[in-house]
């Protein structure tokens, strides 16, 4: 009860936010504290809990103390970029409730398309390029994420999917 009283008044925009700032946080340190788990406790629960999201290929993925990080490179950008989306989501974004035009997230996504052909070209095989086009990626979707939540909570069609006149 005092959790509602507290959020009375606030907008959803804001818990919206706080909310998915607190995932993104949470989901980068499983990410690095999985090497830590299976090193000290020999568990790889935290390996599991990503499984179905990742690959975790032991030669796409980065290391730490000899061990691999919960995902591949790629899922680490991508990860890594959804964390900074959200942190610099209210510098670069006035209004949250405002919907970016669909041509961001397709540029957002050249970087990995471009990554992935050099790979099947044999032209290169990167952890670092693969960590860089996730990144790319993960970089936009808080922009899309919150004027998605909050078209679904306020049911109805505000300004959420009108076009940004930021982009």
Same mark, same amino acid.
């Given at each position: 009860m ?26 980068i ?7 830590i788990?299976?090193?000290k ?23 730490l103390?000899n061990?691999?990080l ?7 950008g991508?990860y890594?970029?959804f964390f900074?989306? /959200? @942190?610099f989501?209210? %510098?670069?974004?006035?209004k #949250?409730i ?5 041509? +961001? $997230?397709?540029?957002a996504?050249i ?6 052909s050099g790979?099947i ?5 990167? /952890? @670092?390029?693969?960590? %860089?086009?996730?990144?790319? #990626? ?6 899309? +994420? $919150?004027?998605?939540?909050l078209?679904?909570?306020?049911n109805k ?10 982009y």
């Amino acid at each position: 009860m005092f959790f509602l009283n507290i959020l009375i008044g606030v907008k959803k925009e804001a818990v919206i936010y706080v909310f998915l700032l607190s995932f993104s946080i949470i989901i980068i340190f499983l990410i690095f504290y999985a090497p830590i788990v299976v090193n000290k406790f020999k568990s790889p629960s935290i390996y599991i809990l990503f499984s179905n999201v990742c690959h975790q290929k032991p030669e796409r993925t980065f290391f730490l103390f000899n061990f691999p990080l919960a995902v591949c490179s790629r899922c680490t950008g991508i990860y890594f970029g959804f964390f900074l989306g /959200n @942190l610099f989501l209210p %510098i670069l974004k006035r209004k #949250f409730i405002v919907f970016p035009e669909l041509k +961001l $997230i397709i540029l957002a996504t050249i970087p990995m398309a471009l990554e992935y052909s050099g790979y099947i070209l044999k032209l290169w095989n990167s /952890n @670092l390029l693969r960590m %860089i086009s996730g990144l790319s #990626f993960g970089l936009i979707i808080p922009f899309y +994420l $919150i004027p998605s939540f909050l078209y679904i909570f306020n049911n109805k069609e505000e300004k959420v999917w009108k076009k940004s006149q930021i982009y």
